[in-house]
């Protein structure tokens, strides 16, 4: 039987002060950096490694991306992002990131990514890294 691949994930981050404004808070395009981080590392613990990828001629282009800031992230803050899978087609991964310290969430993102080769035209998602997800409960 199959291993299940993973759909979510967490991973630390401690903010650097190279990340930071002179008031010491991140910097807003620093997050969208974390983001990638994020989809990188869920990549990797499902078995891939996006260079691999690449070499191969499969590549993941943003076509969507947002973000809404509920509180700042400052200097040395130990922060975990969670990122998660929720909705994957044959040609598209959608995401969410949710960035939180100590449980206090400071910011939620979604992105969409495309699956395309390197004429920039789309292709499906290998099979290999296709994942059927649960549907999702839906309140009436």
Known sequence: MPSQKPTSCELPIRVRYAESDPMGVLHHSKYFEYFEMGRTELLRRAGFRYRDLEERGVLFVVVKLECRFRAPARYDDELILTTRITRMSRARIDHEYSLTRDGRVLCEAASTLACVGRDGRPI????????????RCVEP
Do not use: A, R, S
């Open 124 to 135: 499906p998602i290998p099979d290999e890294m296709f994942v059927d997800l649960p549907p």
